[in-house]
C-alpha cells in the first residue's frame, strides 16, 4: 500500500501536464479495475454478479465493468484523500455517488424537474392562448424541444424565436431562409461531434457564440419595444438570469457530497426562469392576438 501510495503522490504533480483525466491514468485506479475485471468479469465469477445485480441495473445496461470502474474509482479517491490530495475526474468527470442506476443523481432529478416545469408551463400556456395566436405553434414547438433535445438545438431554437417575433410574422421568406440556415448549422455542428470528434473545448465555444447571439438580439428587441409593450420585461430578466446562470456551467469543482456539482446546481436554478419565461410567451401571444384581431377589424 505505501508504494502504491507513493506512485499516486507521484503522479498527483504530474498527471496535469497529460492528457487525459487524472483519476483515471492512475496506476493504482487501472490495475485496481484490471484486477477486479480478472476475478468478477469472467467465468462462473460473471454469473454470480449477474444473478445478485439488481434488475433494474441490468436493464439500465451496468456491466460488471462498470460496476469494477465504479468502486475503483472510489478507492483511488480514498487515497487521494488520504494522502491530502485534490480529488481527481475519471474519464472527463467528477467522482458521483450512484443512486440506484442513476451516475449523477442530483443532475437526474433537476432535469427531471426542469422538464416537468415545462410541461406545466405549455399545459398553461395551450390553455390562456388560443391556437389562433401567430406565435402559437412556434412557442409549443420550442417547449418539446427544451425537454428532447441539446442545449444548441435549444439556443438555436430561441434565436429562430426571436426571428419569427422580430422579423418572419413581416417577412415569411426571410424566416424560411434563415430557418434552413440554423437547420445547416445544428446539421454540420451535431455531425461534427457525433460522426468526427467530440470535443468538449469546440462545444463549449460554439455554444457560447450561439449564446450570444440570442442573448444580443433579444435583448435589442426588448429594450427598443420596452414602452410600448411592459411585458418584454419580462423577457430581459430571463435573458439576464440566463446569462448569469450559465456562469455556473463553467465552474469545475467536485461535486457537494459526491451529489451536488455546478451543472446540477445550474439545473436546479433555471427551474424559476422557464415559468418566467413562459409567462412572457404567454403575454405576448395574446398581444399579437389583440393586435392581429385589431387589424382585421379595420380590414
Excluded at 79 to 101: A, I, T
Excluded at 143 to 150: G, I, L, N, P, Q
Excluded at 184 to 201: E, K, N, P, Q
Aim: net charge positive; proline share 4%.
Amino acid at each position: 500500500m505505501a508504494g502504491r501510495a507513493a506512485r499516486l503522490v507521484l503522479l498527483a504533480g504530474a498527471a496535469a501536464l497529460a492528457s487525459g483525466s487524472q483519476g483515471d491514468r492512475e496506476p493504482v485506479y487501472r490495475d485496481c479495475v484490471l484486477k477486479c475485471e480478472e476475478q468478477n468479469c469472467s467465468g462462473g465469477a460473471l454469473k454470480h454478479f449477474r444473478s445478485r445485480q439488481p434488475i433494474y441495473m441490468s436493464l439500465a445496461g451496468w456491466t460488471c465493468r462498470d460496476d469494477c470502474k465504479y468502486e475503483c474509482m472510489w478507492v483511488t479517491v480514498g487515497l487521494y484523500l488520504q494522502e491530502g490530495h485534490k480529488v481527481p475526474q475519471f474519464h472527463g468527470k467528477w467522482p458521483f455517488s450512484r443512486f440506484l442506476f442513476f451516475q449523477e443523481p442530483a443532475s437526474a432529478v433537476a432535469s427531471f424537474l426542469n422538464g416537468l416545469a415545462s410541461l406545466v408551463m405549455l399545459c398553461r400556456y395551450r390553455t390562456f392562448v388560443p391556437v389562433s395566436s401567430p406565435m402559437y405553434h412556434t412557442c409549443v414547438a420550442f417547449a418539446w424541444k427544451m425537454d428532447y433535445f441539446c442545449a444548441s438545438t435549444v439556443i438555436l431554437h430561441s434565436i429562430y424565436l426571436c426571428c419569427v417575433r422580430t422579423v418572419g410574422l413581416q417577412h415569411p421568406a426571410v424566416l424560411s431562409a434563415f430557418r434552413a440556415l440554423l437547420l445547416l448549422m445544428l446539421t454540420a455542428h451535431v455531425s461534427y461531434l457525433s460522426l468526427i470528434r467530440f470535443d468538449y473545448g469546440y462545444n463549449l465555444v460554439a455554444n457560447v457564440a450561439i449564446g450570444l447571439v440570442n442573448v444580443v438580439w433579444w435583448l435589442a428587441w426588448c429594450l427598443w419595444n420596452q414602452r410600448r409593450l411592459p411585458h418584454v420585461r419580462k423577457c430581459v430578466v430571463v435573458v439576464l438570469l440566463l446569462q448569469g446562470l450559465s456562469l455556473l456551467e463553467l465552474l469545475d469543482f467536485p461535486p457537494l457530497f459526491w451529489v451536488l456539482d455546478a451543472h446540477a446546481i445550474w439545473h436546479i436554478s433555471t427551474i424559476p426562469v422557464h415559468v418566467l419565461f413562459f409567462s412572457f410567451l404567454e403575454d405576448d401571444s395574446l398581444y399579437l392576438l389583440k393586435e392581429s384581431e385589431a387589424k382585421f377589424k379595420q380590414d
